[in-house]
């Protein structure tokens, strides 16, 4: 007790260099628990980027091939889905609701995905969290359109603003269907999932831009306008994926080995949840890295603090050499360091909790609204727990050095003058 309270007075006495210390330290733990709270946060809202659909259901191909274009919208899809199976599949009794959708078109590299109002209810994010429309309202109208919060925010429209689609996936639309045009009916709010980065407008919609065309150009001398268009006939022919939610839980690999080996044509029953935590694994990698950079941070400030210890233990020769003189032992010293050492590294990470969760608080809402990542402020884990307490037996053990440099100097060292 009493070498504690020694400690605390020698860096009272030395209260700029050991706050700075204590601060340094602090910052490196603020950094190594939110790099695994963003960590932690980044694998949550990954995993959670759709909720509610139990099967995704599209042309035969590989698992990830067939979420990536369906929910991320990256890439395009082997083959459509004939309305005639979509119908057929959309009787199944196991089947609680089911949404169409269908991609192929771009707004100035966005994509556009023709799906039916029912997907602005059926489709959850965050578990729970259902669609909801910062303006607006779906589409009700065979041109309107649904804008998510990224294409409105980067493109700057509003509602009412007419916007032409391009035919294909390009950033800039040389074949447009201009003759078309549609007007934004619904701004989308910030969700951090695909759906921001996505114009959504109605089947029926994507059919009428294209009845006068065919393999990706307009045919020669037909065009029909948009008046004429909405007169026709506009089921459609074929649709690219479609989400599925089931009465029960216990009827997915029962419905999935059903599709997977539906016999009218190939299809793909994949069971999203499951195919993130694939993708997940392939992406995630660089979670590592960070790691790795948060705990190089973290031996920096224990560097710090070892090297401010042994800069101070020549001026403190003198100080040394007279509590070994009123009776002091050298591992009363030795203790004395390696206890400022343990008050250094402990304030240090007291402090970095407080700074993390002050952080978190004060900046949550903010990474929630501009990047889509929800970070949770919850109680730190087991596993940080036991970082921290590997961070605190370091800086003990790195204390050592310059106690045993002060346990090893003799009195009278400590009474010479150098000059």
């Known amino acids: 007790m009493i070498v504690l309270r020694l400690a605390w007075q020698s860096l009272a006495n030395r209260w700029l ?14 950094l190594l628990l939110g790099v695994e709270k963003v960590r932690t946060g980044a694998r949550q809202s990954f995993a959670d980027t759709i909720s509610g659909t139990d099967l995704i259901v599209g042309a035969r191909s590989g698992a990830l091939n067939l979420l990536l274009y369906s929910v991320f919208r990256i890439g395009n899809a082997t083959n459509n889905i004939t309305w005639q199976t ?41 578990r729970t ?23 409105a925010e980067r493109l700057g429209y509003k509602l009412g603003d007419k916007i032409v689609v391009a035919h294909g996936l390009g950033s800039t639309g ?20 695909p759906v921001d980065r996505t114009v959504h407008v109605s089947l029926e919609a994507i ?60 299809l793909s029953a994949i069971l999203p949840g499951s195919t993130l935590q694939e993708l997940w694994s392939l992406v995630g990698t660089a979670e590592t890295a960070l790691a790795a950079v948060s705990a190089m941070v973290v031996v920096t400030a224990l560097l710090g603090m070892v090297t401010m210890i042994l800069t101070t233990l020549n001026e403190r020769r003198r100080e040394m050499a007279i509590l070994r003189s009123v009776g002091a032992r050298p591992a009363t010293i030795l203790g004395l360091l390696v206890a ?26 903010y990474i929630d609204r501009a990047y889509g990542l929800y970070i949770g402020i919850e109680p730190l884990k087991t596993g940080e727990w036991i970082d921290l307490a590997g961070v605190i037996a370091a800086g003990v053990i790195a204390g050592l050095l310059p106690a045993l440099r002060a346990y090893r100097l003799s009195l009278a060292d400590g009474m010479t003058v150098r000059t």
């Open 174 to 193: 040389f074949l447009e269907h201009d003759d078309k045009p549609f007007q934004v009916s619904g701004i989308l709010a910030k969700t951090g999932t």
């Open 129 to 151: 969290n259902a669609l909801t429309f910062s303006e607006g309202k779906p589409f009700s109208d065979l041109f309107d359109a649904v804008l998510g919060a990224d294409v």
């Open 340 to 365: 400022e050492a343990s008050l250094l590294i402990v304030l240090g990470v007291a402090l970095g909790i407080v700074l993390l969760y002050a952080g978190l608080i004060g900046l949550q809402p």
């Open 207 to 266: 059919e009428a831009i294209h009845v006068d065309w065919q393999s990706g150009a307009r045919i020669p001398g037909q065009s029909v306008s948009a008046e004429e268009v909405r007169h026709m006939n506009l089921q459609p022919k074929a649709i690219t994926a479609a989400l599925i939610g089931l009465k029960s839980k216990l009827a997915i690999f029962g419905l999935q080995r059903a599709i997977n080996d539906y016999r009218a044509e190939p």
């Open 86 to 126: 979509y119908q057929e599949i959309a009787k199944a009794p196991d089947i609680d609701w089911i949404v169409p959708i269908s991609l192929g078109d771009s707004h100035h590299g966005f994509r556009v995905m023709g799906t039916t109002p029912e997907y602005f209810q059926r489709y959850h994010y965050r």
């Open 17 to 30: 260099t050991a706050t700075l210390t204590i601060v340094a330290i602090a910052v490196s733990i603020m």
